[in-house]
């Protein structure tokens, strides 16, 4: 097992490589990677987009899905096709699927079960925090839901990072996630955002998620993702933590007022919503 001091060098160095440019990536998330770096052109045309989806099976069934959800399919006309699905998401939500391809594949194919496990987990994790966020954004915060969605979705990009490294470094998973949670998190996080080039306002949510500091009434974009992060049902592997018997439910424990309807009766009627947006990211 790699000694604490030792773990808190080696995210800094990895920090330190990411920030230069030197990311290991895996070959899948090379692949994904190209398709959201053409899609990010705001010149791209949507018949080049759609020959990009078609090009990569799994972004394209992630695609329909989620133009079929109940987020976004008000009418009920189920899609069948890669053109009427783009076309229905908007460029903004294609991009942040093909975003959340990144961050899945990031991870690579984990060498243990026990780290097969971790990057299931924490995707699980990732799924509830984007589509929470989503529906958050819509309907308490009321910022831009599309970049909600899409800063749940990169929020631990760090993480998988870490995943995809630690056949680099034997025991780096090992033992807790102390350091990560103390000085990985925070540097290797923020360092694989700013190579992936994400946009201002969404690296200032994930700082603010890092801080950890929700305001109340919740009106910001990291405020969504905060609240997001709280409410999710699966927490996150890299942040369990112990339980005291008495603890409050999470989800009363940041229930609020707005209008007049509360936090928690707002989610429950969208639970549909949140449903069907998992549905669709799950990879």
């Not at 460029?91 to 780290?115: I, N």
């Amino acid at each position: 097992m790699i000694p604490r001091m030792n773990k808190r060098e080696i995210f800094q160095s990895i920090a330190a490589d990411v920030a230069k440019g030197d990311l290991a990536f895996p070959t899948s998330a090379r692949v994904a990677l190209q398709v959201q770096h053409v899609l990010n052109d705001p010149e791209c045309q949507i018949g080049t987009a759609v020959k990009l989806v078609q090009a990569e099976p799994l972004l394209a069934a992630r695609i329909v899905a989620m133009a079929n959800s109940v987020a976004f399919n008000r009418t009920g006309r189920e899609v069948t096709d890669v053109k009427t699905a783009v076309t229905r998401l908007g460029f903004k939500t294609v991009r942040s699927l093909a975003a959340a391809l990144v961050t899945r594949q990031m991870a690579g194919a984990p060498d243990s079960a026990a780290h097969q496990h971790l990057a299931a987990s924490l995707w699980e994790h990732t799924t509830h925090v984007a589509s929470l966020a989503h529906v958050i954004a819509r309907h308490v915060t009321h910022v831009d839901p599309d970049t909600a969605m899409f800063a749940g979705i990169v929020h631990e990009v760090g993480g998988f990072y870490l995943l995809s490294r630690a056949h680099d470094f034997p025991g780096l998973l090992e033992g807790g996630f102390d350091e990560w949670l103390d000085t990985g998190e925070t540097e290797v996080g923020r360092a694989v955002l700013k190579t992936l080039a994400v946009p201002e306002p969404v690296l200032q949510a994930v700082d603010t998620y890092f801080e950890g500091y929700l305001e109340i009434p919740s009106t910001t974009l990291g405020d969504t993702l905060l609240l997001a992060e709280e409410l999710a049902p699966v927490r996150s592997p890299l942040h369990l933590r112990a339980c005291d018997e008495g603890e409050k439910d999470i989800a009363a424990s940041v229930d609020m007022v707005i209008g007049e309807e509360t936090l928690s009766s707002i989610l429950k009627e969208s639970a549909d919503e949140v449903a069907s947006l998992i549905a669709a990211l799950r990879f």
